[in-house]
Nanobody
Framework: VQLQASGGGSVQAGGSLKLSCAAR???????????LGWYRQAPGKQRELVAE???????NYQDSVKGRFTISKNNARKTLYLQMNSLEADDTAVYYC?????????WGQGTLVTVSS
């Protein structure tokens, strides 16, 4: 299984980016029944949860991104997304997608998001 993240880049404050994470080699039933999400790690800081989709498709967000970020998935494509709007300088970080099967998890390689003010 390989999680391939993409969509990062440089944007000015107030702009938008959409991250994608394709779960290659993962069985469809595993993807649809797992907890999925995005973490981020800013320079000098610990990795933190940004948003997640539970196995029952409930959405959870870090308070700082509520109303600005939206997590979603396409089961047919086994792809996870993170739409990020109204980006702020504090959103600058490497973003990692993950899939939690319950007894093991998988992580993407990270994609860098840089927001300039």
């Amino acid at each position: 299984v390989q999680l391939q993240a993409s969509g990062g880049g440089s944007v000015q404050a107030g702009g938008s980016l959409k991250l994608s994470c394709a779960a290659r080699g993962m069985i469809w039933s595993v993807f649809t029944s797992s907890r999925l999400g995005w973490y981020r790690q800013a320079p000098g800081k610990q990795r933190e949860l940004v948003a997640e989709l539970t196995s029952s498709d409930s959405e959870n967000y870090q308070d700082s991104v509520k109303g600005r970020f939206t997590i979603s998935k396409n089961n047919a494509r086994k792809t996870l997304y993170l739409q990020m709007n109204s980006l702020e300088a504090d959103d600058t970080a490497v973003y990692y997608c993950y899939v939690d099967e319950g007894y093991r998890d998988h992580w993407g390689q990270g994609t860098l998001v840089t927001v300039s003010s």
